[in-house]
């Protein structure tokens, strides 16, 4: 079975640091990776997505991730960090099975803080 | 605006009392989900459906039901409510895997059992 884990529940960087947000998975099938962001009492939205194309996925609000097949690896990262990027952040990675459907398996959210 | 649209936005119960949760989307997505998110735990998938009048069990399907209405909508339901069944609830859509693959999330349901 597909797993994710996310290295740190909390991560706290200043205002214009580097953020690092780990991902590992496993997986025996080429996977769909994704990094989801989550605003407090907001809903998931999409930050970037592998499919199996590009190995550095761009994604928006100046984040990137990039898959690393050798280290079963999606860390997300971004070079200056933001106030209003302090959110929780979800790692994920589709369970394809057999089936034409994947589903989504999470991993265990990491908080970022961001100090001014 | 198409999208996922989970109703309601938030409920509470009484322990053993009984509620459905909504859910339609209008993006003609063959897949559809519903989550449940606890804290440090991310989010854990409930049943899915790969497509009309199919549902399976995902990992916590203990204690809810679904059906899987019409290709639009895909409803949650707690016959009798646990305080363990407290947490924020989504209801997902998806296209096929491929190059577009991806996961539409509906705003979702904050539940509360008392």
């Known amino acids: 079975a597909q797993s994710v884990t996310q290295l740190g529940s909390h991560v706290s960087v200043s205002e214009g640091a580097l953020v690092l947000l780990r991902c590992n998975y496993s997986s025996s099938v080429p996977p769909y990776l994704f990094w989801y962001v989550q605003y407090p009492n907001q809903g998931l939205q999409l930050l970037l997505k592998y499919t199996s194309a590009a190995t550095l996925v761009k994604g928006i609000n100046g984040f990137e991730a990039e898959f690393k097949k050798s280290e079963t690896s999606f860390h997300l990262t971004k070079p200056s960090a933001h106030m209003r990027d302090a959110a929780e952040y979800f790692c994920?990675?589709?369970?394809?099975?057999?089936?034409?459907?994947?589903?989504?398996?999470f991993g265990q959210g990491t908080t970022l803080q961001v100090k001014p | 605006n198409a999208g996922v649209t989970q109703t309601p936005k938030f409920q509470v119960l009484k322990t053993g009392q009984s509620m459905t949760l909504q859910c339609a989307q209008d993006?003609?997505?063959?897949?559809m989900y519903w989550y449940r998110q606890d804290p440090g735990m991310g989010l854990r998938l409930i049943y899915y459906?790969?497509?009309?009048?199919?549902?399976d069990k995902g990992e916590v399907p203990n204690g809810y039901n679904v059906s899987r209405l019409n290709k639009r909508e895909f409803s949650l339901r707690l016959e009798s409510a646990a305080p363990s069944q407290t947490s924020v609830y989504f209801c997902?859509?998806?296209?096929?895997?491929?190059?577009?693959?991806?996961?539409?999330f509906g705003s979702g349901t904050r539940l509360t059992v008392v």
């Open positions: 997902a859509s998806s296209v096929e895997l491929g190059q577009n693959y991806g996961y539409t």
């Open positions: 993006m003609n997505h063959n897949s």
């Open positions: 459906s790969a497509s009309e009048g199919t549902t």
């Open positions: 994920a990675v589709s369970d394809s099975g057999s089936s034409n459907t994947g589903k989504l398996i």
